[in-house]
């Protein structure tokens, strides 16, 4: 299928649907292979280059949208990893309610006891005839308290090294024994969760991929994470230099030649970095994803930090908009004042990947830079020191 | 001059960490500084018992007739507290600046503790730029005008308005004193509003002086934000155990820490030597490095405290917001900097070059 | 535009390589850098047989009519080899000067590699500051007059000389080059000096805009000085053992190595992008951020190799030296950014500030 | 003794001694105890507090000097090892040519093979009578070919771990099988060389400590060295900034708005390593030495690599003074062009412990951090990989 074929396709799905009715328009255009062409027909796609997605996108941009912020975990990280080891039922079930946004997800992964080292995780699944018992506590859940399923690791097996003894299920957020507990933030809102799950039972038919290869399933999810979270495209002097180059613009008086030659650098680095998100997008349309990918993340934290900085200080603001406590709706970078700003963004060297763990991987997968030794590697996953 | 502290200075640094570790330890900060974050109690026991309110005050008047290195110490053991008391505020920029007017009553009631003072001008202001957020102004003895983002203002009770080159004293009762969220929690700034009010003229101010001492003196409790952000990520990473291991036993966080830990010893060198002379190079230089390493020390804290860092429950957050807060008072590094251009004979470009 | 490589591109690049690697590795590079630092049959197989000399000259004169992409390429891989051929100096910086003259039977010269030209300007002179370190002036058909550090003089049959807005060509045999000491040792400068030289005026030149197409492509040699250190670096801490583990397992080395990565990944999309469009904002970005990432990645190559880096013996100074003398060449990154405040609109303190 | 009667001797010592004559002069300030008084009486000390040192010093500031450069590593090193480890009789033999000047000494420590892992080395010392045999490579000596004596490390047992099998011997570098070659640093000097040993005899009464104790002999050296290395006194915009600053203010002409803030930091810094070095005096004189010393080296090797990379951009010198191949007398930081200097200053970081290396030293000795795993632990010498 080429360019001309799926506009083709594309018009004939307008042709057909009534976009005044935002979710039959979504729902019909999802039954039509157009909500992310390259997965499989009947799966909301036409197994099709991805790159063919962009003319979805600019064809059908005047009709309803998803709601990227609500629903980014479903579209960024759970659909890819149930494409890649769903059933095909439970793809079937799933794909199509998590695109429309019918129902939200959410992820059980962080651990008070587990970060970094995710793999330590201890939140218990136990056999019971079809059903699964989950016992434990994840923390870090972003959008929790509206979701419907989340994606979720477990520990099934203690006595064995702690990489093959997980499990990877999809959770029913309705299910008895679930809590969601708003967690609160240095910023004063609560954007994230703690979620209890006690004496929760989950059938048999929602285990996502073999039991014991949790780990390996949770990797698809992460890489997935990792690219969504500093790889959107960014136009020049956008981003988190935005609202500082406006702030600067429109007050010489705050200009001061430290400022200056200090964002005059973290401008060009702005640049550097947006022009290697954009060489890596024409690699992965190429077919040629780099190992590129694994950097942007590192480097968007690093510069949204040291730039929220930099606008506190240009500002000279020793306020702050607001610490009331309250539920965000979702992840909010750039909103708000420079102090919120400043305080988010240091979450963003440690969500999804720490940035040491970052480096960690950029070394051993990319450079080739051999592993440190490992003392947890051959112990059962119940004798390790924590 | 000596850069090392005194066995006086060591002992009353221990009455004061002992007091602070047993009324208000940083979890016991964090839970009131949403409703009152004052904890005027503690500064009772602080100013009156131990005898911090009057240490820069002669004895003359009824104070200690301590030097700026005692009050550096204090300072750095608040600091390493982020504690809730307006010894900085009152004890040293007010009471600094009153020295210079030598009003003798209100100096004794500064020195017992039982009046609290501010000196009303932005803590944005700088010895280079004094007057930044002030608009007072004076006419037949009431001043009338707003001073933005001052600190320490609602637990005053009088007020100390500079304005030219004379202090004046304003009780608090006849200002307006909004005091607005504020980055730094633990020592929130105010809006002063003052509608002709009644003033008494104490005397001359030389603002662009006492900002400087201010400044000199809070490079010490900057080095105290500091230790403690050091400190506490010490024991959190030999405890913290990921990968089998103690978080502190991997070499990148080693390194980064020792690369701190170096920063951190050159700034209880550089908050030494500003508490023993506030002249104009010293304090700048201290100012220059030691603000920037308590925002590192406080930046890298909540990193390698990694997610409980970014909650709220933690008292972590209070050392970041302190030291950013911080950051920006008295001068911003940048200010200090520039200051040494001409002090430290190191000229910039000269107009018309690039 | 892309920044991608091209098919055409990496064969090329495969081809520069392998003679390179033939004929001049570093090692052979290092040998001859104290005696004849310019190896000059290898530019004659470069030059003629590879074709790069003719590379940008239009096919009307004999050239490859190629863009400034190949180009680029080719000077990844002179600069991933430090390779002592004046490519850039040639075939890059003098060809563009004269193409703007339409000089076509000097073009078809330099297209075949029978002529080898050298622009004479400083190489410290820069986009902003064209004329830095010339004194050359016109007098009656002839020059007269002093150039600093000219690059790639030694080894030009035809000296090109801006003077004014104009483009004169002096024979080689007509000046006198005199190479001095040069902290390059692969790419020696040279003081040029013209006493009343008969000169041939071949047209109009904008010296500043020869300077930004020159400045961006140098950026894509600063790539390949940074990839070199960057992969011989890799390969070596992969082999070193200290105690008992290879030093690349240590965590602290990785995550300097992942970060260096990051900055050279960035560094090849600037350079790519600059080799596509040599507007002003895109010579500016990519020289800004490329110098210091050769810089940073030599300084980081020789820390990481420990002793043998700091010896002669090792090839490994020869980038450090490239990498530091590009960083004042055509511009230092300081240049660039100051530049950038009026191309990207983001300006300085008014004047009166501080 | 205290202040006046050290004066007091002193008066003594000058009035019986002319100093005209330099090599007796020095001698007889030795035998008086004058050379350091803080060593025993009969080894150019009096026995007292280091901190009388400075009083000889000030009185005796006209008359001859030693000559630092040269004899460093006699003075700084060798010296301070020999008392703590030396028998009287090598004490008696050693210390005053040393001290005098009449005899040179270098450090034959670094090997190819153990940099960083000094411990790893493999230069074999093995028993024959009343002498070793010694044969190996060793590299990085300063000042070998004008030196009499060595201090040297050498591996005595290869088949215990490699902290328990070495040696440490007082090397005569005229004994026949000493070869000084050498070795050509980036900046075109040799200011250092490899010494290559073969079937050089050293009689056992130039060992220093017992046999298998060289590890901890060598400690006391190496804790000497990084003392010395980076804690000189400085005075206020002296050092590295020094010549900077020069330039500077000579050449309004060169000056940026980027040089001048980046100026303005390194100021800053230089200013603040500076106190921390005076406070750092301070407590050793007041007999309170801290943990700071450790770091003064990792300090001083970064402000000298920021200030010369800074110092040659400022001038934009593509040129450099002389590439010539030669011997340098003795360890010149500061000395020749921006260039030079420049080059010089990349061998901070790596002379006398790498930085890596002092930062392990400080994380793990200061800051009571926990090891890394160790492979190398009990492993035979032998068998350890390379």
């Known amino acids: ?3 001309a074929d799926i506009k083709h396709h594309i018009d004939a799905f307008r042709g057909a649907n009534d976009p005044d009715n935002r979710l039959e328009f979504l729902r019909a255009r999802f039954d039509a292979g157009l909500a992310w062409v390259w997965f499989p027909e009947g799966l909301g796609g ?14 059908l941009a005047g009709t309803p949208q998803l709601n990227t912020g609500v629903q980014g975990i479903g579209l960024g990280m759970a659909a890819p990893t149930i494409l890649a080891f769903g059933t095909d039922e439970q793809r079937r079930r799933f794909l199509r309610p998590l695109w429309t946004g019918e129902e939200i997800w959410c992820q059980l992964f962080s651990e008070p006891g587990a970060g970094s080292d995710l793999a330590t995780l201890a939140t218990r699944a136990v056999r019971d005839g079809d059903e699964w018992v989950v016992d434990g506590q994840k923390v870090w859940t972003s959008g929790a308290h509206h979701s419907r399923w989340a994606i979720l690791v477990t520990r099934t097996d203690p006595d064995v090294p702690k990489h093959r003894g997980m499990t990877y299920f999809i959770c029913d957020m309705h299910a008895p024994g679930v809590e969601v507990r708003p967690l609160r933030q240095i910023t004063g809102e609560a954007e994230f969760n703690e979620v209890f799950l006690t004496g929760v039972r989950l059938s048999d038919d929602l285990r996502l991929g073999e039991v014991g290869d949790g780990w390996r399933v949770a990797q698809t999810t992460l890489m997935n994470e990792r690219v969504a979270i500093g790889g959107a495209p960014v136009r020049r002097g956008g981003g988190m230099i935005g609202p500082v180059l406006d702030t600067w613009r429109e007050h010489p008086e705050l200009r001061t030649h430290d400022l200056h030659q200090r964002l005059l650098s973290l401008w060009v680095e702005s640049e550097v970095t947006r022009l290697s998100g954009v060489r890596l ?17 590192l480097s968007f934290a690093k510069l949204n930090q040291a730039l929220s900085g930099l606008d506190v200080e240009l500002k000279r603001d020793l306020g702050y908009d607001d610490w009331t406590f309250r539920r965000s709706e979702d992840v909010d970078f750039y909103g708000r004042g420079a102090g919120y700003r400043y305080l988010r963004a240091k979450g963003n060297s440690i969500e999804g990947g720490t940035s040491e763990i970052l480096r960690n991987i950029i070394s051993e997968r990319v450079l080739g830079l051999p592993s440190e030794p490992r003392v947890d590697k051959d112990v059962p996953w119940k004798d390790l020191p924590r | 001059m000596t850069l090392l502290y005194s066995e006086v200075e060591e002992e009353l640094r221990a009455a004061v960490r002992g007091l602070l570790a047993d009324r208000c330890p940083p979890a016991a900060v964090l839970k009131r500084v949403e409703s009152d974050p004052y904890d005027l109690d503690l500064w009772k026991t602080l100013a009156g018992e131990i005898g911090v309110a009057g240490l820069l005050i002669p004895e003359q008047y009824g104070g200690a007739g301590a030097s700026a290195r005692e009050a550096a110490v204090v300072l750095e053991e608040l600091g390493r507290g982020v504690a809730p008391v307006p010894f900085f505020t009152s004890a040293v920029l007010a009471t600094h600046a009153l020295l210079a007017t030598g009003s003798a009553e209100l100096l004794g009631e500064l020195a017992e503790g039982r009046t609290t003072a501010a000196l009303v001008v932005s803590f944005a202001a700088s010895p280079y730029q004094p007057w930044r957020g002030s608009s007072v102004t004076v006419d037949g003895g009431t001043l009338s005008g707003t001073v933005s983002a001052v600190a320490g203002a609602e637990v005053a009770d009088v007020l100390l308005v500079p304005v030219g080159g004379e202090l ?6 006849d200002a307006a004193v909004e005091v607005v969220p504020s980055l730094d929690l633990t020592r929130p700034v105010a809006t002063v509003r003052i509608v002709e009010a009644p003033a008494r003229l104490l005397g001359p101010c030389d603002l ?8 000199g003196l809070l490079a010490s409790e900057q080095l105290g934000v500091a230790e403690w952000c050091l400190d506490t990520t010490l024991a959190y990473v030999k405890e913290r155990h990921q990968f089998a291991r103690p978080v502190g036993s991997f070499q990148a966080i080693k390194h980064r820490l020792a690369d701190l830990w170096l920063d951190v010893v050159r700034a209880r060198a550089a908050a030494r030597a500003a508490a023993g002379d506030d002249s104009a190079v010293t304090v700048a230089v201290a100012q220059a490095w030691n603000a920037g390493v308590a925002v ?20 972590l957050h209070l050392y970041l917001k302190r030291a950013k807060a911080c950051e920006m008072a008295l001068g911003t590094p940048g200010d200090h ?3 040494l251009a001409s002090l430290a004979d190191v000229p910039g470009p000269e107009r018309g070059q690039q």
Chains 1, 4 share one sequence.
């Open chain 1, 1 to 3: 299928m080429n360019e």
């Open chain 1, 46 to 59: 036409l197994g099709v280059s991805r790159e063919l997605q962009q003319v979805v996108e600019r064809e």
């Open chain 1, 281 to 297: 997008r024409e690699q992965l349309v190429a077919g040629q994803p780099g190992p590129e990918g694994s950097g942007m993340k």
């Open chain 2, 168 to 173: 004046y004293a304003v009780e608090a009762a």
């Open chain 2, 208 to 215: 662009a002086e006492v900002l400087r001492f201010g400044a």
């Open chain 2, 296 to 315: 590192h020390a406080a930046e890298e804290a909540l990193q390698l405290h990694g997610g409980i860092g970014m909650t709220w429950e933690h008292p």
């Open chain 2, 337 to 339: 900097r520039e200051a």
